[in-house]
Protein backbone atom coordinates (compact mmCIF):
# COMPACT_ATOMS: atom_id res chain seq x y z
CA UNK A 1 0.00 0.00 0.00
CA UNK A 2 1.17 3.49 -0.76
CA UNK A 3 1.82 5.94 2.51
CA UNK A 4 2.41 9.95 2.20
CA UNK A 5 5.34 11.04 3.88
CA UNK A 6 4.35 12.89 7.13
CA UNK A 7 5.50 16.10 8.04
CA UNK A 8 8.14 16.20 11.00
CA UNK A 9 6.30 17.65 13.93
CA UNK A 10 2.75 15.99 12.87
CA UNK A 11 1.32 13.60 15.42
CA UNK A 12 -1.46 12.16 13.25
CA UNK A 13 -0.60 9.89 10.57
CA UNK A 14 -1.90 9.61 6.75
CA UNK A 15 -4.14 7.10 5.96
CA UNK A 16 -3.33 4.26 4.40
CA UNK A 17 -4.11 4.45 0.08
CA UNK A 18 -5.33 1.43 -0.80
CA UNK A 19 -3.92 -0.15 -4.14
CA UNK A 20 -5.24 -0.22 -7.37
CA UNK A 21 -7.36 -3.36 -8.86
CA UNK A 22 -4.67 -5.88 -9.28
CA UNK A 23 -3.13 -5.99 -12.87
CA UNK A 24 -0.25 -8.61 -13.59
CA UNK A 25 3.09 -7.16 -14.32
CA UNK A 26 3.58 -7.11 -17.63
CA UNK A 27 -0.12 -7.46 -18.74
CA UNK A 28 -1.43 -4.83 -20.84
CA UNK A 29 -4.10 -2.73 -19.50
CA UNK A 30 -6.99 -3.58 -21.53
CA UNK A 31 -10.03 -1.16 -20.60
CA UNK A 32 -13.64 -0.53 -22.54
CA UNK A 33 -14.80 3.10 -23.46
CA UNK A 34 -16.78 3.24 -20.62
CA UNK A 35 -13.97 2.14 -18.35
CA UNK A 36 -11.78 4.58 -19.37
CA UNK A 37 -14.52 7.16 -19.29
CA UNK A 38 -14.81 6.37 -15.53
CA UNK A 39 -11.59 6.69 -15.21
CA UNK A 40 -11.31 10.27 -16.52
CA UNK A 41 -14.24 11.24 -14.19
CA UNK A 42 -12.52 9.81 -10.93
CA UNK A 43 -9.63 11.97 -11.68
CA UNK A 44 -11.93 14.88 -12.23
CA UNK A 45 -12.96 13.61 -8.56
CA UNK A 46 -9.96 13.54 -6.72
CA UNK A 47 -8.77 16.96 -8.37
CA UNK A 48 -11.70 18.75 -6.80
CA UNK A 49 -10.72 16.68 -3.57
CA UNK A 50 -7.22 18.21 -3.90
CA UNK A 51 -9.17 21.89 -3.91
CA UNK A 52 -10.86 20.85 -0.88
CA UNK A 53 -8.10 19.68 1.11
CA UNK A 54 -6.03 22.49 0.69
CA UNK A 55 -4.66 23.62 3.67
CA UNK A 56 -4.87 20.34 5.42
CA UNK A 57 -1.30 18.48 4.52
CA UNK A 58 -2.56 15.05 5.91
CA UNK A 59 -5.46 15.21 3.22
CA UNK A 60 -3.65 16.78 0.66
CA UNK A 61 -0.85 13.95 1.06
CA UNK A 62 -3.36 11.37 0.71
CA UNK A 63 -5.36 12.28 -2.19
CA UNK A 64 -1.83 13.26 -3.87
CA UNK A 65 -1.24 9.16 -3.53
CA UNK A 66 -4.54 8.23 -4.82
CA UNK A 67 -4.04 10.48 -7.94
CA UNK A 68 -0.54 8.96 -8.34
CA UNK A 69 -2.13 5.33 -8.33
CA UNK A 70 -5.11 6.81 -10.90
CA UNK A 71 -2.79 8.77 -13.48
CA UNK A 72 -0.46 5.21 -13.43
CA UNK A 73 -3.71 3.58 -15.08
CA UNK A 74 -4.71 6.03 -16.88
CA UNK A 75 -1.42 6.52 -18.89
CA UNK A 76 -1.33 2.86 -19.74
CA UNK A 77 -4.82 2.34 -20.56
CA UNK A 78 -5.38 0.83 -23.64
CA UNK A 79 -8.65 0.98 -24.77
CA UNK A 80 -9.87 -1.50 -27.14
CA UNK A 81 -12.30 -1.23 -30.40
CA UNK A 82 -14.70 -3.63 -29.91
CA UNK A 83 -16.02 -2.95 -33.26
CA UNK A 84 -13.16 -5.05 -34.78
CA UNK A 85 -14.14 -8.03 -32.92
CA UNK A 86 -15.43 -10.82 -34.30
CA UNK A 87 -19.11 -10.91 -33.59
CA UNK A 88 -19.54 -14.67 -33.30
CA UNK A 89 -16.72 -15.47 -30.53
CA UNK A 90 -15.93 -14.03 -27.32
CA UNK A 91 -13.75 -10.89 -26.57
CA UNK A 92 -12.98 -8.30 -24.10
CA UNK A 93 -15.87 -6.08 -23.98
CA UNK A 94 -17.95 -8.78 -25.18
CA UNK A 95 -21.57 -9.50 -23.14
CA UNK A 96 -21.81 -13.12 -22.68
CA UNK A 97 -24.95 -15.68 -21.25
CA UNK A 98 -23.27 -18.57 -19.66
CA UNK A 99 -25.43 -20.93 -17.00
CA UNK A 100 -28.16 -18.33 -17.07
CA UNK A 101 -25.95 -15.76 -15.95
CA UNK A 102 -25.27 -12.63 -18.37
CA UNK A 103 -21.73 -10.78 -17.46
CA UNK A 104 -19.48 -8.56 -19.24
CA UNK A 105 -16.15 -9.04 -19.77
CA UNK A 106 -13.89 -5.81 -19.14
CA UNK A 107 -11.15 -4.21 -17.15
CA UNK A 108 -9.47 -4.97 -14.05
CA UNK A 109 -10.83 -0.94 -12.73
CA UNK A 110 -14.04 -1.61 -13.86
CA UNK A 111 -14.37 -5.06 -12.49
CA UNK A 112 -17.58 -5.69 -10.42
CA UNK A 113 -18.79 -9.60 -9.95
CA UNK A 114 -21.62 -8.59 -7.76
CA UNK A 115 -22.86 -6.01 -11.08
CA UNK A 116 -21.97 -8.72 -13.85
CA UNK A 117 -18.88 -7.06 -15.11
CA UNK A 118 -15.87 -9.31 -15.14
CA UNK A 119 -12.28 -8.66 -14.89
CA UNK A 120 -10.50 -10.10 -17.95
CA UNK A 121 -7.85 -11.87 -16.08
CA UNK A 122 -10.33 -13.80 -13.92
CA UNK A 123 -10.66 -17.59 -14.27
CA UNK A 124 -14.26 -17.80 -15.71
CA UNK A 125 -13.55 -14.45 -18.44
CA UNK A 126 -10.34 -16.56 -19.33
CA UNK A 127 -11.89 -19.82 -19.74
CA UNK A 128 -15.09 -17.91 -22.18
CA UNK A 129 -12.27 -15.83 -24.32
CA UNK A 130 -12.32 -17.30 -28.15
CA UNK A 131 -15.65 -19.57 -27.30
CA UNK A 132 -18.81 -19.37 -29.42
CA UNK A 133 -22.24 -19.76 -28.91
CA UNK A 134 -23.02 -23.80 -27.49
CA UNK A 135 -19.52 -24.04 -26.68
CA UNK A 136 -18.93 -26.27 -23.02
CA UNK A 137 -15.90 -26.53 -21.30
CA UNK A 138 -15.65 -27.20 -17.69
CA UNK A 139 -13.46 -25.27 -15.04
CA UNK A 140 -12.05 -25.79 -11.62
CA UNK A 141 -13.19 -24.15 -8.51
CA UNK A 142 -12.68 -23.98 -5.02
CA UNK A 143 -15.43 -26.58 -4.40
CA UNK A 144 -14.66 -29.23 -7.39
CA UNK A 145 -15.42 -28.45 -11.27
CA UNK A 146 -18.21 -26.33 -13.17
CA UNK A 147 -19.07 -27.22 -16.69
CA UNK A 148 -19.94 -23.77 -18.42
CA UNK A 149 -22.22 -23.53 -21.02
CA UNK A 150 -22.01 -20.11 -23.35
CA UNK A 151 -25.40 -19.36 -24.42
CA UNK A 152 -25.50 -15.94 -26.05
CA UNK A 153 -22.58 -13.58 -27.36
CA UNK A 154 -23.46 -9.77 -27.93
CA UNK A 155 -21.39 -7.02 -28.71
CA UNK A 156 -23.90 -4.11 -27.97
CA UNK A 157 -25.31 -3.20 -24.04
CA UNK A 158 -27.82 -5.74 -22.79
CA UNK A 159 -28.88 -5.96 -19.14
CA UNK A 160 -26.26 -7.64 -16.98
CA UNK A 161 -27.23 -10.06 -14.05
CA UNK A 162 -26.80 -8.06 -10.82
CA UNK A 163 -26.62 -9.82 -7.63
CA UNK A 164 -27.47 -8.19 -4.19
CA UNK A 165 -24.83 -7.97 -1.63
CA UNK A 166 -25.95 -9.60 1.95
CA UNK A 167 -26.33 -6.76 4.16
CA UNK A 168 -24.47 -7.77 7.68
CA UNK A 169 -26.23 -7.59 10.82
CA UNK A 170 -25.04 -4.14 12.89
CA UNK A 171 -25.57 -5.59 15.91
CA UNK A 172 -23.29 -8.65 15.27
CA UNK A 173 -19.58 -8.76 16.37
CA UNK A 174 -17.59 -12.04 16.13
CA UNK A 175 -15.66 -12.37 18.84
CA UNK A 176 -12.03 -12.08 17.89
CA UNK A 177 -11.27 -15.59 17.29
CA UNK A 178 -13.93 -16.02 14.82
CA UNK A 179 -12.28 -12.38 13.14
CA UNK A 180 -8.56 -14.51 13.36
CA UNK A 181 -10.06 -17.58 11.59
CA UNK A 182 -12.41 -15.00 9.18
CA UNK A 183 -9.07 -14.19 8.12
CA UNK A 184 -7.11 -17.05 7.85
CA UNK A 185 -10.11 -18.82 5.60
CA UNK A 186 -9.70 -15.42 3.58
CA UNK A 187 -6.04 -16.15 2.78
CA UNK A 188 -6.89 -19.85 1.76
CA UNK A 189 -9.55 -19.05 -0.35
CA UNK A 190 -7.17 -16.50 -1.96
CA UNK A 191 -4.57 -19.10 -2.39
CA UNK A 192 -7.69 -21.75 -3.89
CA UNK A 193 -8.69 -18.24 -6.44
CA UNK A 194 -4.99 -18.25 -7.96
CA UNK A 195 -4.63 -21.96 -8.31
CA UNK A 196 -8.35 -21.76 -10.25
CA UNK A 197 -6.55 -19.36 -12.57
CA UNK A 198 -3.68 -21.52 -12.88
CA UNK A 199 -6.16 -24.44 -13.76
CA UNK A 200 -8.26 -22.87 -16.48
CA UNK A 201 -6.54 -23.91 -19.89
CA UNK A 202 -8.36 -23.72 -22.69
CA UNK A 203 -5.08 -23.49 -24.51
CA UNK A 204 -2.68 -25.02 -22.57
CA UNK A 205 0.17 -27.12 -24.58
CA UNK A 206 1.17 -29.72 -21.82
CA UNK A 207 -1.78 -31.18 -21.01
CA UNK A 208 -2.35 -34.78 -19.94
CA UNK A 209 -3.67 -35.58 -23.70
CA UNK A 210 0.22 -34.77 -24.96
CA UNK A 211 -0.79 -33.44 -28.02
CA UNK A 212 0.03 -29.90 -29.31
CA UNK A 213 -2.38 -27.36 -29.40
CA UNK A 214 -1.63 -23.92 -31.33
CA UNK A 215 -1.69 -20.71 -28.66
CA UNK A 216 -4.60 -18.93 -29.61
CA UNK A 217 -4.73 -15.52 -26.91
CA UNK A 218 -6.83 -13.28 -28.63
CA UNK A 219 -6.23 -10.50 -26.71
CA UNK A 220 -2.27 -10.58 -26.83
CA UNK A 221 -1.12 -7.86 -28.67
CA UNK A 222 1.89 -9.16 -32.04
CA UNK A 223 3.93 -7.37 -33.99
CA UNK A 224 3.12 -6.32 -37.70
CA UNK A 225 5.72 -6.35 -40.12
CA UNK A 226 6.30 -5.45 -43.98
CA UNK A 227 7.14 -8.02 -46.22
CA UNK A 228 10.93 -8.09 -45.46
CA UNK A 229 9.95 -8.37 -41.74
CA UNK A 230 10.49 -5.18 -40.46
CA UNK A 231 8.34 -4.41 -37.28
CA UNK A 232 6.01 -1.55 -38.27
CA UNK A 233 3.81 -1.85 -35.53
CA UNK A 234 1.61 -4.10 -33.29
CA UNK A 235 -1.91 -5.02 -33.03
CA UNK A 236 -4.30 -7.22 -30.99
CA UNK A 237 -4.48 -11.09 -32.05
CA UNK A 238 -8.50 -10.94 -32.52
CA UNK A 239 -7.54 -8.02 -35.45
CA UNK A 240 -5.04 -9.70 -37.22
CA UNK A 241 -6.90 -12.44 -37.44
CA UNK A 242 -10.42 -11.18 -38.67
CA UNK A 243 -10.34 -10.51 -42.56
CA UNK A 244 -8.24 -7.08 -41.97
CA UNK A 245 -5.25 -9.07 -43.65
CA UNK A 246 -2.51 -7.34 -41.69
CA UNK A 247 0.47 -9.07 -42.06
CA UNK A 248 2.46 -10.66 -38.87
CA UNK A 249 4.39 -13.02 -38.71
CA UNK A 250 4.50 -16.54 -37.24
CA UNK A 251 7.13 -19.38 -37.12
CA UNK A 252 6.66 -23.13 -38.69
CA UNK A 253 8.94 -25.71 -37.22
CA UNK A 254 9.60 -29.17 -38.63
CA UNK A 255 10.98 -32.01 -36.85
CA UNK A 256 13.31 -34.37 -38.72
CA UNK A 257 14.33 -37.95 -37.04
CA UNK A 258 17.93 -39.29 -38.24
CA UNK A 259 15.97 -41.26 -41.20
CA UNK A 260 14.92 -37.49 -42.96
CA UNK A 261 11.09 -37.86 -42.61
CA UNK A 262 9.24 -35.13 -40.88
CA UNK A 263 7.79 -36.34 -37.44
CA UNK A 264 6.36 -33.72 -36.32
CA UNK A 265 5.37 -29.94 -37.45
CA UNK A 266 4.42 -27.15 -35.32
CA UNK A 267 3.47 -23.05 -35.36
CA UNK A 268 3.55 -20.38 -32.65
CA UNK A 269 3.22 -16.78 -33.52
CA UNK A 270 6.65 -14.05 -33.27
CA UNK A 271 6.04 -12.54 -30.12
CA UNK A 272 5.86 -8.76 -30.20
CA UNK A 273 9.42 -7.51 -29.63
CA UNK A 274 11.67 -10.65 -30.72
CA UNK A 275 12.71 -12.02 -33.34
CA UNK A 276 11.64 -15.21 -34.94
CA UNK A 277 14.94 -17.08 -33.67
CA UNK A 278 14.59 -16.36 -30.59
CA UNK A 279 10.69 -16.73 -30.01
CA UNK A 280 11.28 -20.21 -31.39
CA UNK A 281 13.71 -20.69 -29.31
CA UNK A 282 11.86 -19.80 -25.97
CA UNK A 283 9.04 -22.28 -27.48
CA UNK A 284 11.37 -25.21 -27.56
CA UNK A 285 12.43 -25.06 -24.70
CA UNK A 286 9.15 -24.35 -22.81
CA UNK A 287 7.11 -26.13 -24.59
CA UNK A 288 8.99 -29.01 -26.61
CA UNK A 289 11.59 -29.16 -23.35
CA UNK A 290 14.41 -28.77 -26.38
CA UNK A 291 17.51 -26.36 -25.45
CA UNK A 292 20.80 -28.46 -27.29
CA UNK A 293 19.38 -28.02 -30.99
CA UNK A 294 20.08 -24.85 -33.08
CA UNK A 295 17.30 -24.67 -35.46
CA UNK A 296 17.80 -23.61 -39.28
CA UNK A 297 15.72 -21.20 -41.34
CA UNK A 298 15.00 -23.10 -44.42
CA UNK A 299 12.85 -20.53 -46.25
CA UNK A 300 10.55 -17.54 -45.51
CA UNK A 301 6.83 -16.84 -47.50
CA UNK A 302 4.10 -14.62 -47.30
CA UNK A 303 0.75 -17.05 -46.66
CA UNK A 304 -2.63 -15.64 -47.21
CA UNK A 305 -6.18 -16.89 -46.15
CA UNK A 306 -10.01 -15.96 -45.66
CA UNK A 307 -9.13 -14.22 -42.24
CA UNK A 308 -5.01 -13.51 -42.27
CA UNK A 309 -2.48 -12.71 -44.10
CA UNK A 310 1.52 -13.85 -42.35
CA UNK A 311 4.55 -13.85 -42.91
CA UNK A 312 6.11 -17.12 -42.45
CA UNK A 313 9.40 -18.38 -41.07
CA UNK A 314 10.13 -22.30 -41.83
CA UNK A 315 12.72 -23.54 -39.62
CA UNK A 316 14.22 -27.16 -39.45
CA UNK A 317 15.80 -29.20 -36.79
CA UNK A 318 16.88 -32.92 -36.23
CA UNK A 319 15.97 -34.97 -33.93
CA UNK A 320 14.40 -38.53 -32.71
CA UNK A 321 13.19 -37.06 -29.29
CA UNK A 322 9.08 -38.28 -28.38
CA UNK A 323 7.95 -34.98 -28.66
CA UNK A 324 3.72 -33.68 -28.17
CA UNK A 325 2.05 -35.52 -30.86
CA UNK A 326 0.87 -32.90 -33.79
CA UNK A 327 -3.32 -32.68 -33.97
CA UNK A 328 -4.56 -34.54 -36.68
CA UNK A 329 -6.94 -33.46 -39.47
CA UNK A 330 -6.60 -31.45 -42.85
CA UNK A 331 -7.29 -28.20 -41.13
CA UNK A 332 -4.03 -28.08 -39.62
CA UNK A 333 -1.70 -29.94 -42.17
CA UNK A 334 -3.01 -26.99 -44.65
CA UNK A 335 -1.29 -24.56 -42.55
CA UNK A 336 2.19 -25.93 -43.45
CA UNK A 337 1.17 -27.02 -47.16
CA UNK A 338 3.67 -24.04 -49.02
CA UNK A 339 6.59 -25.17 -46.19
Given at each position: ?119 FISPV ?125 VIHLH ?85
Amino acid sequence: MSRGFIKEGDQEEIPMVPPRAYLPKGMPNYVTREGLEALNIERESLENERVASSGNYIMSNFVDAKMKLLIDRINSAVEVDMTKANKETVSFGAYVKYNGRTVRIVGVDEADFSKGLLSFISPVAKALVGKKVGDRFEIKIPKGTETVEVQGIWYEAVPLTVQEEKQPNPSFRPERSVVEKSHKTKIIETIQSDKVEMDVRPSLQNDTTDIFTPEENIMEFLPVVNERGIIVGRALYMELHNGHKILHPVIHLHVINNKGEVAYKYWWHVAFGDTPEKTLKRKMSEVLGISSVKPKLKKQYIRETKTEKELVYVFTIISDENLLKTPEGKDYFDIFAKD
